[in-house]
């Protein structure tokens, strides 16, 4: 029988990443509608920065799950909870925009050299295929054609 996602997720996120996770909604809850950047947010949590990294790696596999308002990040505010739609597209858009260029690296720097070397591989060309309609999504994304 096939696994489900949400166990396979659940069987890699520890629980203690998730209880970081809801020591920082709990932090941010004091603070909202501001929000905290991350020094301030290990101050407050008194968890470490690594710490904080996985805990809000887990808020975000959590978030939706448990319903829990968006968190994102900017310059201005740091991490804040958000439920401006206006927001969380140009928040969005940014993370496809991220996703893009990082697809558009292992593309150039990882599949084109492999591809000049195994120009004949099935495994290759199927990658590269899955790799294209990724970036195309995310440049979709990133990037809408006006209404």
Same mark, same amino acid.
């Given at each position: 029988?096939?696994?489900? $996602? @949400?166990?396979?997720?659940?069987?890699?996120?520890?629980?203690?990443?998730?209880?970081?996770? *809801?020591?920082? $909604?709990?932090? %941010?809850?004091?603070?909202?509608?501001?929000? %905290? @950047? @991350?020094?301030?947010?290990?101050?407050?949590?008194?968890?470490?920065?690594?710490?904080?990294?996985?805990? =809000?790696?887990?808020?975000?596999? =959590?978030?939706?799950?448990?319903?829990? !308002?968006?968190?994102?990040?900017?310059?201005e505010?740091?991490?804040?909870?958000?439920?401006?739609? *206006?927001? %969380?597209?140009?928040?969005?858009r940014?993370?496809?925009? /991220?996703?893009?260029?990082?697809?558009?690296?292992?593309?150039?720097? /990882?599949?084109? !050299?492999?591809?000049?070397?195994?120009p004949?591989?099935?495994?290759?060309?199927?990658?590269?295929?899955?790799?294209?309609?990724?970036?195309?999504?995310? *440049?979709?994304?990133?990037?809408?054609?006006?209404?």
């Open positions: 029988m096939p696994r489900s $996602r @949400k166990t396979e997720r659940d069987r890699r996120r520890s629980p203690s990443a998730a209880r970081h996770a *809801d020591t920082i $909604r709990l932090a %941010l809850m004091e603070t909202a509608p501001a929000g %905290l @950047k @991350k020094p301030r947010l290990m101050v407050v949590t008194e968890l470490s920065g690594s710490q904080i990294v996985r805990g =809000l790696a887990a808020y975000r596999e =959590l978030a939706g799950e448990k319903q829990w !308002p968006p968190l994102v990040w900017s310059w505010e740091g991490y804040h909870f958000c439920e401006d739609a *206006d927001e %969380l597209e140009a928040w969005e940014q993370w496809a925009e /991220v996703k893009y260029t990082q697809i558009s690296s292992v593309i150039t720097g /990882v599949l084109d !050299p492999h591809e000049r070397l195994f004949k591989s099935r495994w290759l060309a199927y990658v590269i295929a899955q790799m294209n309609a990724i970036q195309s999504a995310l *440049d979709m994304i990133a990037h809408p054609q006006p209404q």
